[in-house]
C-alpha cells in the first residue's frame, strides 16, 4: 500500500501517537464531506445562529435553509462513500443493527402515540410539538447525520475537521462577546441572554456554557496532546482555555460543569494509562487550579454558578417538588413502570420530555428499546476510550462524546440532541478508522520484516 502520511510511531503500549494525516484509499470526497458534515452538525449551526443575531438577521428565516443543509450533507456522504469509494469502506459494522434497533423502536412509538391523538400530524394535547416536528428533528437533525458518520469511516483528515470544529467554536465564543459586549463580567447570578440583548430569545444560558465547555475541551486536549511551541499560538490557547472558562461560569448552567468534570476525569486517567504520569500529575494540579480560579471569577461577576450547584444536593435530600428535574425524572419514571417493556408514551403530558436521555428511552421505548441503545454507548465508551489511550490524536473527539453524553441526562432530549448524536458517532466512526489504519501498518510491516 502506498501511502503520503504522517508515519505512525509505536510505543511500549502498542499506541500511536497519531494516526495518518492521508490516506491512499482516493476518498478524497468522501474526507472533504465528512468534515463538513461533522463540523456543521456539532457545531455549525449554532454558529451560523449566532452571527445571525450579531448581524441582527432574523433567526427564523435560518431554520428551515439550515435544517436543509444538515440532511443534503447526511445524504451526500451516505451517497459518495457508497459510490466514489467502490464499496471498500462502506462499513456495515455490526454496531448499525443495534443502532437501528432502537431508530426503530422510537418511531414505532412517536406513530402509536399520535395516531391515537387522531390525527397524525395534529398537536397532542398534553405536549408541547407536534408529531411532524419531533419527526422532523429527529430525521434530520439526529438520525440522518449520525447515520452517515457511522458509515463514512473516512477519518485520514482528523486535523482538518479538528481545525475546523475549533475555528468554529472560537467563533461561537466570539459571537457572544460581541453581542454582550460591556455586560460580559457582568452577570447579576446567571445571565439571561433574552433579558441582557432585548428579543434574542434563541440564545440561552445552557448555549452559552457548553460553548465554553467545547472551548475548554479543546484547551485541555491540545496542551497535553500537542502543546503549541509558538509563543502566539500558546497565548491563543490560554485565551481560548480562559474564555471558556468565563462563559460556563457566565451561564451558570449546571449541565456544562458537571460535563467538564465527566470528560475531565477519563482524560486525566487517560494520560496515565499512556505512560505519561507527569502529563497526569500535571493535570490534576491544572484541574484544581481551574476550580479555584473559577470560584474566584465567580464571586468577582456575580454568577451563581456554584450556588446552583449546591441547590442539586439540597434538592435530591430533600426530594423537593419545587426542583424541575426531579419532578421529569419521577414521572417519566412512573411512565416507564406503566409498561416496562415496550414503553408507553414518547412525552410528558405538559413538559414534552423529561431531560434525560435514559429516562426518555425507558419511558418512550422500555427495555426491548433501551438495550440497544444502551449497547451503542456503551460500545461507544469503549471506542472513546481506545481513541484516548492509543489513538491520542483524536482523543478530542472523545472529549466532546463525554461531555455531551453528561449533558443528555440533565437537558435536551431524545429528538434534539444533535450534538450527542454526532459526537457519539463520530468516535466510533473514528475509532473504526484509526484500527483499520493501525492493522494495515501492521501488515505492511510484517511484510517488510
Known amino acids: 500500500m502506498s501511502v503520503s502520511r504522517h508515519i505512525m510511531t509505536y510505543d511500549s503500549r502498542r ?3 497519531g494516526p495518518v494525516e492521508e490516506s491512499s484509499d482516493g476518498g478524497y470526497l468522501a474526507k472533504a464531506v465528512l468534515v463538513t458534515l461533522f463540523a456543521w452538525a456539532l457545531l455549525g449551526k449554532q454558529l451560523l445562529f449566532m452571527l445571525a443575531i450579531v448581524l441582527n438577521v432574523p433567526t427564523r428565516v435560518l431554520t428551515i435553509p439550515s435544517h436543509m443543509a444538515t440532511v443534503g450533507l447526511a445524504l451526500a456522504s451516505v451517497v459518495v462513500v457508497f459510490f466514489a469509494t467502490r464499496f471498500r469502506y462502506f462499513p456495515l459494522h455490526w454496531i448499525v443493527l443495534p443502532f437501528s434497533a432502537f431508530w426503530m423502536f422510537y418511531f414505532m412509538r412517536i406513530v402509536i402515540d399520535y395516531q391515537a391523538q387522531g390525527s397524525m400530524f395534529a398537536p397532542p394535547k398534553d405536549a408541547t410539538y407536534s408529531v411532524s416536528y419531533i419527526a422532523q428533528k429527529a430525521i434530520g437533525t439526529c438520525l440522518l447525520p449520525s447515520v452517515a458518520v457511522l458509515l463514512n469511516t473516512h477519518w485520514a483528515a482528523w486535523r482538518k475537521t479538528q481545525t475546523v470544529c475549533f475555528t468554529m467554536a472560537v467563533l ?19 445571565m439571561n441572554p433574552g433579558d441582557e440583548t432585548g428579543d434574542f430569545a434563541t440564545i440561552s444560558s445552557l448555549q452559552l456554557g457548553y460553548s465554553g ?51 475531565a476525569v477519563p482524560f486525566g486517567f487517560s494520560l496515565f494509562f499512556r505512560g505519561e504520569p507527569g502529563k497526569f500529575i500535571k493535570f490534576v494540579v491544572g484541574v484544581a487550579t481551574f476550580g479555584a480560579i473559577a470560584l474566584i471569577a465567580a464571586q468577582l461577576t456575580g454568577s451563581s454558578v456554584f450556588d446552583r450547584l ?17 419532578v421529569f425524572y419521577e414521572n417519566a419514571w412512573n411512565s416507564f413502570l406503566e409498561s416496562p417493556i415496550i414503553g408507553s408514551q414518547s412525552s410528558l403530558g405538559g413538559y414534552a420530555y423529561p431531560h434525560n436521555l435514559i429516562l426518555e428511552s425507558l419511558m418512550a421505548v422500555g427495555i426491548v428499546g433501551t438495550i440497544p441503545l444502551l449497547v451503542v454507548i456503551g460500545y461507544a465508551f469503549y471506542c472513546s476510550w481506545a481513541l484516548l489511550v492509543r489513538y491520542p490524536k483524536l482523543g478530542w ?14 437537558s435536551g432530549s431524545l429528538f434534539s440532541n444533535a450534538a450527542f448524536w454526532i459526537s457519539m458517532a463520530g468516535t466510533i466512526s473514528a475509532y473504526q478508522w484509526a484500527a483499520r489504519e493501525m492493522d494495515e501498518q501492521e501488515e505492511e510491516e510484517a511484510l517488510r520484516s
Do not use: T
Open 310 to 326: 449546591l441547590s442539586i444536593h439540597h434538592d435530591v435530600v430533600s426530594q423537593s417538588d419545587q426542583s424541575d428535574r426531579l
Open 172 to 190: 461561537i465564543a466570539g459571537s457572544f462577546f460581541a453581542i454582550y459586549r460591556e455586560n460580559i463580567f457582568s452577570f447579576s447570578g446567571r
Open 397 to 410: 473527539l472523545s472529549l466532546a462524546f463525554y461531555a455531551y453524553f453528561c449533558g443528555s441526562l440533565f
Open 213 to 263: 465547555l467545547v472551548l475548554l475541551i479543546f484547551f485541555l486536549f491540545m496542551y497535553f496532546s500537542e502543546r503549541p511551541k509558538n509563543v502566539w499560538k500558546a497565548l491563543l490557547l490560554y485565551s481560548v482555555g480562559a474564555v471558556g472558562m468565563l462563559l460556563i461560569v457566565g451561564s451558570a448552567s449546571r449541565g456544562p460543569v458537571v460535563g467538564f468534570v465527566f470528560m
Open 15 to 17: 499506541s500511536y501517537a
